[in-house]
């Protein structure tokens, strides 16, 4: 379960920097030889792809071949070109273009992405779900659920095409009945590395298996069946060795843990990165060797990995990156990394240069069409100690410190678990922003069970949720206190998926918060555990499935202390999330209205998890600040 962070950002115009738009970079790719990025990129208009010198930033290049698309997958083939998606109703176009023109290879009837071209530049591989029912992933709005259930599956293959002659007909080369989430091309162009899984692809995420698929014939082998989740499989450039990042993640694209390495042939895979205090969410394997983005406390960090070292980081900073493949992109030799990059006070830009360098002479900030996005917060990190763990947060202020004193604050706990709330820039148009605008100070903690200090401190929730991680966050609620003017009087919480089970169960745990926002949270993990679409997400949490071990799904589940609860709440859920039905929120809202405690439930149409159309998004912060203002800011 997740929160998703969009990226977003402003263009220089004439007009005031608080009626910009801002200026997006989205799906950044870096050419092999590191002297160019692209980035589908748009300043409120519609977006264009466009490509720039690492030099400088300058625009080098736009690509517009189809007016009607929107574009994502970009990608670099080995001699420079470019290779994108064009998505249009109902089908999507595999566009390559040259120095000079563009052309469409082939038209997929369904959903399309990752294209990657073959080493010696002659084929693109794409993933392909053809007549899709639904978008890929499990946070996407759910088809209906009627007629026989669970008879019929999306299926996510491997299809390969041929660059000199556009394809008539689109035929996977995977097996029917396996979905494939990621894969790399070997080194010879035979065939790939993948994660698989037989059957449901939105469930089966949490049992990939890392196999081999021959490029030719779709034959599949076993290289490894870790006992971790894995994602990003890189194969050496010697073609001997996969890579892959392992570790306890809860949810699609939130990837963090240790890198692992295992023989192509196949074998046990091996931790090289045992024992660290940061999370690797990002590995790529250049000529030079490793390269990887890691989370480590509150810095993102760009770096060298050696097996059995510590991460030797070239550019580290507290902000988050984005880019389409991975929180980095790293050039073919190794040598430069691109990305973009944000923090709370800052709007996203485009950095790149040098890996290893350091100063003007590394990675710096090349884009310049947001620095006159305005600032919203005072934004710190903050750290404390709890139980003998170390846990950071951040804490973000109005610019303008609200009169009267000590002020209010909402704690906002991040979806996952396995995830963290990392910088990203606080526009009016966030719930952050919103509750900044209106107030508020903002507290967002990354208690255990977190990415950014070790596999350990990640998996320190397992069997045990809403325990030592509340601990965690009321404990960083009290440092919070010793360093800024919050009044304890005028506390409260909120979040979603992750965050709003916590916000469902703190309710039953404690009564210092006066009001609750809890979106798309789970009050009752047996029913949970019969209703929802991703169910093999628990188990590495819980041990065994709930029909083996009701108790331990019954002690964590907020309905069965309903009498403990207090606390208002605002409950908000998507009429079609899977990750966690509206069922949930509807048995919690039915608990606290039966023992009288103020509470209000929106399920929103057709919405899938955590609520993220922009209209719909606008409702829940009105409806949120409203709930807040009446039982925080005025309470006594």
């Given at each position: 379960?997740?929160l998703?962070l969009?990226?977003?950002?402003?263009?220089?115009?004439?007009?005031?920097?608080?009626?910009?738009?801002?200026?997006?970079?989205?799906?950044?790719?870096?050419?092999?030889?590191?002297d160019?990025?692209a980035?589908?990129?748009s300043?409120?208009s519609?977006?264009?792809v466009?490509v720039r010198s690492?030099a400088?930033g300058?625009v080098v290049?736009t690509?517009d071949?189809?007016?009607?698309?929107?574009?994502a997958?970009l990608?670099?083939?080995?001699?420079?070109?470019i290779v994108l998606?064009?998505r249009?109703?109902?089908?999507v176009?595999?566009?390559?273009?040259?120095?000079t023109?563009?052309?469409?290879?082939?038209?997929?009837?369904?959903?399309?992405?990752?294209?990657r071209?073959?080493?010696?530049g002659?084929?693109?591989?794409l993933l392909?779900?053809?007549?899709?029912?639904k978008?890929?992933?499990?946070?996407?709005?759910?088809?209906?659920?009627?007629?026989?259930?669970?008879?019929?599956?999306?299926?996510?293959?491997?299809?390969?095409?041929?660059?000199a002659?556009?394809?008539?007909?689109?035929?996977p080369?995977?097996?029917?009945?396996?979905?494939?989430?990621?894969?790399?091309?070997?080194?010879?162009?035979?065939?790939?590395?993948?994660?698989?899984a037989?059957?449901n692809?939105?469930?089966n995420?949490?049992?990939?298996s890392?196999d081999?698929?021959?490029?030719?014939t779709?034959?599949v082998?076993?290289?490894?069946?870790?006992?971790?989740?894995?994602?990003?499989?890189?194969?050496?450039?010697d073609?001997?060795?996969?890579?892959?990042i392992?570790?306890?993640?809860?949810?699609?694209?939130?990837?963090?843990?240790?890198?692992?390495?295992?023989p192509?042939?196949?074998?046990t895979?091996?931790?090289?990165?045992?024992?660290?205090k940061?999370?690797?969410?990002t590995?790529?394997?250049?000529?030079?060797?490793?390269r990887?983005?890691?989370?480590?406390g509150?810095q993102?960090?760009?770096?060298?990995?050696?097996?059995?070292?510590?991460?030797t980081?070239?550019f580290?900073?507290?902000?988050?990156?984005?880019?389409?493949?991975?929180r980095a992109?790293?050039s073919?030799?190794?040598?430069?990394?691109?990305?973009?990059?944000?923090?709370?006070?800052?709007?996203?830009a485009?950095?790149?240069?040098?890996?290893?360098?350091?100063?003007?002479?590394?990675?710096?900030?090349?884009t310049h069409?947001?620095?006159?996005?305005?600032a919203?917060?005072?934004?710190?990190?903050?750290?404390?100690?709890?139980?003998?763990?170390?846990v950071q947060g951040?804490?973000?202020a109005?610019?303008?410190?609200?009169?009267?004193?000590?002020?209010?604050?909402?704690?906002m706990?991040?979806?996952?678990?396995?995830a963290?709330?990392m910088p990203g820039?606080?526009?009016a148009?966030?719930?952050?922003g919103?509750?900044?605008?209106?107030?508020?100070?903002?507290?967002?903690?990354?208690?255990?069970?977190?990415y950014?200090?070790?596999?350990?401190f990640?998996a320190?929730?397992?069997?045990?949720?809403?325990?030592?991680d509340?601990r965690?966050?009321?404990?960083?609620?009290?440092?919070?206190?010793r360093?800024?003017?919050i009044?304890d009087?005028?506390?409260?919480?909120?979040?979603?998926?992750?965050?709003?089970?916590?916000a469902?169960?703190?309710?039953t745990?404690?009564?210092?918060?006066?009001?609750?926002?809890?979106?798309a949270?789970l009050s009752?993990?047996?029913?949970?555990?019969?209703?929802?679409?991703i169910?093999?997400?628990?188990?590495?949490?819980?041990g065994k499935?709930?029909y083996?071990?009701?108790?331990a799904?019954?002690?964590?589940?907020?309905?069965?202390?309903?009498k403990?609860?207090?606390?208002?709440?605002?409950?908000?859920?998507?009429?079609?999330?899977?990750?966690?039905p509206p069922?949930?929120?509807?048995?919690?809202w039915h608990?606290?209205?039966d023992r009288?405690?103020?509470?209000?439930?929106v399920?929103?149409p057709d919405?899938?998890?955590?609520?993220?159309a922009?209209?719909q998004?606008?409702?829940?912060?009105?409806?949120?600040?409203?709930?807040?203002?009446?039982?925080v800011?005025?309470a006594?």
């Amino acid at each position: 379960m997740r929160l998703i962070l969009a990226a977003a950002l402003l263009a220089s115009t004439a007009a005031p920097a608080a009626a910009q738009a801002l200026h997006q970079y989205g799906a950044l790719a870096i050419a092999p030889a590191g002297d160019r990025v692209a980035a589908i990129e748009s300043n409120g208009s519609r977006s264009v792809v466009t490509v720039r010198s690492v030099a400088d930033g300058h625009v080098v290049r736009t690509i517009d071949p189809c007016k009607t698309c929107s574009y994502a997958g970009l990608t670099f083939a080995p001699n420079g070109d470019i290779v994108l998606l064009g998505r249009e109703t109902g089908s999507v176009r595999l566009i390559y273009a040259d120095a000079t023109t563009t052309r469409t290879i082939a038209t997929i009837a369904g959903i399309a992405q990752t294209p990657r071209v073959s080493p010696d530049g002659k084929r693109i591989a794409l993933l392909v779900t053809l007549g899709a029912a639904k978008e890929s992933g499990a946070t996407q709005a759910g088809v209906r659920m009627i007629g026989e259930i669970g008879e019929k599956n999306d299926e996510q293959r491997l299809a390969v095409f041929d660059i000199a002659r556009p394809a008539t007909n689109v035929t996977p080369i995977s097996p029917a009945g396996r979905y494939v989430y990621e894969y790399d091309w070997t080194p010879d162009g035979r065939g790939f590395v993948a994660t698989t899984a037989l059957g449901n692809g939105d469930n089966n995420w949490w049992v990939a298996s890392l196999d081999a698929i021959d490029a030719q014939t779709g034959a599949v082998r076993s290289i490894a069946r870790p006992a971790t989740q894995l994602n990003q499989p890189r194969v050496s450039p010697d073609g001997r060795t996969v890579a892959f990042i392992g570790g306890l993640m809860s949810d699609f694209g939130s990837i963090g843990g240790d890198v692992f390495t295992v023989p192509i042939t196949g074998g046990t895979p091996r931790n090289i990165t045992a024992g660290a205090k940061s999370t690797v969410t990002t590995i790529d394997w250049t000529a030079a060797g490793l390269r990887t983005v890691t989370l480590s406390g509150d810095q993102v960090q760009f770096g060298t990995l050696t097996p059995g070292a510590a991460v030797t980081p070239g550019f580290a900073k507290p902000a988050s990156s984005s880019a389409g493949d991975g929180r980095a992109v790293f050039s073919a030799d190794g040598r430069v990394v691109a990305a973009v990059v944000q923090d709370y006070e800052h709007a996203p830009a485009i950095y790149a240069g040098p890996v290893a360098a350091t100063g003007a002479a590394g990675v710096r900030q090349i884009t310049h069409d947001n620095d006159a996005a305005p600032a919203m917060t005072r934004a710190r990190s903050v750290a404390w100690t709890n139980e003998g763990f170390n846990v950071q947060g951040w804490l973000l202020a109005p610019r303008e410190a609200p009169a009267g004193g000590k002020a209010p604050m909402i704690t906002m706990v991040h979806g996952g678990p396995s995830a963290a709330s990392m910088p990203g820039y606080v526009s009016a148009g966030s719930m952050n922003g919103a509750l900044l605008k209106a107030g508020y100070y903002v507290f967002l903690p990354n208690p255990r069970g977190s990415y950014g200090q070790g596999e350990a401190f990640t998996a320190a929730n397992k069997r045990d949720f809403g325990g030592g991680d509340l601990r965690d966050i009321l404990a960083g609620i009290d440092a919070v206190e010793r360093v800024a003017p919050i009044d304890d009087n005028r506390l409260g919480l909120g979040g979603c998926s992750y965050g709003g089970f916590m916000a469902m169960w703190t309710n039953t745990q404690t009564n210092r918060f006066k009001a609750i926002v809890a979106g798309a949270g789970l009050s009752n993990w047996v029913s949970y555990y019969g209703t929802n679409g991703i169910d093999q997400w628990l188990l590495p949490f819980f041990g065994k499935t709930m029909y083996d071990d009701i108790k331990a799904y019954e002690g964590v589940s907020a309905v069965y202390h309903a009498k403990t609860a207090k606390t208002p709440t605002f409950i908000y859920v998507g009429e079609r999330d899977i990750e966690v039905p509206p069922t949930q929120s509807i048995e919690w809202w039915h608990a606290l209205k039966d023992r009288g405690v103020p509470v209000s439930l929106v399920i929103y149409p057709d919405a899938g998890h955590c609520v993220t159309a922009p209209d719909q998004a606008s409702d829940v912060r009105a409806r949120a600040i409203a709930w807040f203002d009446r039982y925080v800011k005025n309470a006594k």
